[in-house]
């Protein structure tokens, strides 16, 4: 694995934490938005990321730093990738822009380079072909606050090739990550075909009112010793993310239900600027 550059496009909550991670380790890295505000966005993200690394990680200074010194932002795609080696894409999870955004970027890419899809709930396959280099394309999960929760959950869809396969494996554990293979295609990996249906049976929990979030997260948190509840979780995630799967999947499957959370997420959270642990209130309140 000889990963010098690597570009992380999408610089959301993950994104940028994949992008801070992966600066931290050495690599050069160079993150893309779609424009200059969503581009300010994440060097304020990033920003607040050091402050992270110094009280959870014993990171001085100087090495949250320089670490800052090793990412440079574009909002222009083609010279985003002009010298990567990995483009990790981490841009919304809606079929289409993820459509749209590799085949734009199969045109401006240069021939060496390997894709890996952050998507959580989608597979390879259903962009490899717009990729134009199937074999050289994967998915790549991160888990969320990576620093601590360091997995990296490796998929190949059936036309990788073996060799691209392992090089994003050692470039996983490059950059500290616990790395995870899976040989075959599964809609949420490992870790969200676990922790999806706990997240999912939490809000139908509290959509039907059948309980607040502050007893769902108690229960689960006294019955199974886990140190977060399922809300908690929510939070961290996003509630963004969690809307987008839920309004996925009304459509998908016409189900009443998934249109009843999504439109209960959009109304009670999403329009009164909750988004989660990002802006100091989601299901929880946080202090800065």
Do not use: C
Request: aromatic share 10%; proline share 4%; no cysteine.
């Amino acid at each position: 694995m000889d990963f010098k550059h690597i570009t992380v496009a999408g610089a959301g909550v993950l994104g940028s934490q994949i992008a801070y991670q992966t600066a931290y380790k050495g690599f050069q890295v160079l993150v893309y938005d779609i424009n200059d505000e969503a581009t300010q966005q994440a060097k304020e993200r990033i920003l607040k990321l050091t402050k992270r690394y110094q009280e959870d990680l014993g990171a001085s200074e100087e090495e949250v730093n320089a670490a800052f010194d090793h990412i440079s932002f574009s909002s222009n795609l083609s010279t985003a990738v002009s010298n990567a080696d990995l483009v990790i894409e981490a841009i919304p999870e809606v079929v289409q822009i993820k459509n749209d955004f590799y085949k734009e970027l199969g045109k401006v890419a240069p021939e060496k380079t390997i894709f890996a899809t952050n998507s959580s709930t989608l597979l390879p396959s259903m962009f490899a072909e717009a990729t134009g280099r199937p074999e050289k394309f994967l998915a790549l999960h991160f888990a969320n606050e990576i620093w601590i929760n360091n997995t990296a959950e490796i998929m190949k869809h059936p036309g990788t090739d073996m060799n691209v396969f392992q090089q994003v494996i050692e470039f996983a554990e490059a950059i500290e990550m616990v790395a995870l293979p899976l040989h075959k295609e599964q809609p949420g990996y490992i870790l969200n075909s676990l922790l999806v249906p706990l997240l999912e049976a939490a809000q139908m929990l509290l959509v039907n009112e059948v309980a607040d979030p502050e007893t769902i997260d108690k229960t689960w948190m006294v019955a199974t010793g886990s140190p977060k509840g399922p809300f908690a979780i929510l939070d961290v995630v996003g509630i963004k993310t969690a809307y987008n799967i839920a309004q996925g999947k009304a459509e998908a499957t016409g189900s009443e239900q998934y249109a009843k959370l999504a439109k209960h997420l959009k109304k009670e959270y999403i329009d009164k600027g909750k988004l989660g642990v990002e802006t100091g209130e989601g299901f929880f309140k946080y202090q800065n």
